[in-house]
Nanobody
């Protein structure tokens, strides 16, 4: 069993930065890859970024490429999402997720992930 807890969300203005954290506890060694998703009101949950726990390979959605950076600290069992140059359209609840499915290298779909955090709200005002 793995537990994920997000933190770092808040209300910021367009152009500002935020760093989200996702602390993992429990059987974290079972997580091969982790990712960030977001869901805006009235919209489906969408992929933001993913990272391999070992080696650190990353993948980003086109909408955030060049502005967001995903990283992890293995010693702290924590994943981060550094968000720069935030836009109003980045407003959403952000979720971290982890997975251990052998067929998946970097998960792009919600179904690729096996456990989720509770989410943290990010609001960007114009």
């Amino acid at each position: 069993q793995v537990q994920l807890v997000e933190s770092g969300g808040g209300l910021v203005q367009a152009g500002d930065s935020l760093r989200l954290s996702c602390a993992a506890s429990g059987r974290t060694f079972s997580s091969y890859y982790m990712g960030w998703f977001r869901q805006a009101p009235g919209k489906e949950r969408e992929f933001v970024a993913a990272i391999r726990w070992s080696g650190g390979m990353t993948l980003y959605a086109n909408s955030v490429k060049g502005r967001f950076t995903i990283s992890r600290d293995n010693a702290k069992n924590t994943m981060y999402l550094q968000m720069n140059s935030l836009k109003p359209e980045d407003t959403a609840v952000y979720y971290c997720a982890g997975g251990y499915q052998s067929r998946v290298w970097l998960g792009l779909s919600s179904s690729d992930y096996d456990y989720w955090g509770q989410g943290t709200q990010v609001t960007v005002s114009s």
